[in-house]
């Protein structure tokens, strides 16, 4: 009789343990992307918004003359790349989610904005810059979006740590219902278990037995579910690309962060493992 017979895998608990992995490889597969796609997405967006500035001008009486003074005084500056004053319907169509269209904004008091990009290889001193443009307009403001990207980056970084937080309570599931489905099946199969003990066969043979059963089984159902992942995450890529704007496009996955997911199913599998060799040496030390 092969060894892999002695402890069949179809009969208990056991077979429902490679669906049970299968849902537990899931939620930790879209937990895994969530947390990789925000990890790169707060790189690209610091990245994206440390080279830009946005220069505000009021509206006023000669708020014509002071956009072309400042424009001027931009693109005399050392460190920036390029300088675009935005139209009044780009103002409004930046404006139009919150007060909607129509005659609202129209009637409005736009101000003048600014955008400013600079250049990576030469730095800008903000500081002197907005001394600069307060001798055109002391109520002309700077705005380097560093308290917004904060708060960005700390809602970021405190889904991260939920993220980890799900991935650790899937991983301890996991072990919880893997001792059960081992107990079981260390149960159900007692008697070749004092058999095989009386005989002589040492616990590190018998604790195989149900390693390699866990195993194949953690394999199967994390190949289940990391199938069932892909299929979610192509559905999801493709909703994503209807969104359009610079956070939800950055929300991507590296080849690397792929590869992490693909090997979910083998740590799966090394996990359920190792947690029926431990469950089976701790019951066998129990044997008189």
């Not at 669906?19 to 796609?37: E, H, P, T």
């Not at 030469?122 to 001798?135: I, P």
Request: aromatic share 6%.
């Amino acid at each position: 009789m092969a060894g892999t017979d002695l402890i069949p895998d179809s009969e208990g608990a056991g077979r429902f343990l490679p669906w049970v992995v299968a849902v537990m490889v899931f939620f930790a597969a879209l937990a895994s992307a969530a947390g990789l796609a925000l990890n790169q997405a707060t790189g690209t967006w610091r990245s994206d918004l440390a080279s830009t500035i946005t220069v505000e001008i009021p509206p006023q009486e000669n708020a014509q003359a002071r956009l072309t003074a400042v424009t001027k005084a931009l693109r005399d500056t050392p460190g920036i790349a390029r300088v675009r004053p935005l139209q009044v319907a780009e103002i409004a169509k930046l404006l139009q989610p919150w007060l909607g269209g129509g005659a609202l904004i129209d009637d409005l008091p736009l101000p003048h904005l600014i955008d400013v990009h600079l250049s990576p290889e030469q730095s800008v001193d903000l500081v002197a810059l907005a001394r600069q443009l307060a001798d055109i307009g002391p109520d002309i403001r700077i705005d380097d979006h560093q308290i917004w990207l904060g708060k960005l980056i700390r809602l970021s970084r405190s889904l991260q740590w939920m993220m980890l937080a799900c991935l650790a309570m899937i991983c301890f599931a996991t072990c919880a219902v893997v001792i059960f489905g081992t107990r079981a099946a260390f149960t159900a199969h007692l008697e070749v278990v004092s058999l095989l003990h009386v005989m002589g066969a040492q616990d590190s043979y018998i604790a195989k037995l149900f390693l390699r059963r866990a195993m194949l089984m953690g394999l199967k159902g994390g190949l289940i579910g990391l199938a069932v992942t892909a299929a979610a995450l192509y559905a999801l890529s493709r909703l994503a690309a209807d969104l359009e704007g610079p956070l939800f496009g950055n929300l991507t996955l590296t080849p690397l962060g792929l590869l992490s997911l693909a090997a979910l199913p083998l740590l799966a599998a090394l996990l359920t493992a190792m947690t029926a060799w431990r469950t089976v040496m701790r019951e066998l030390s129990r044997m008189p």
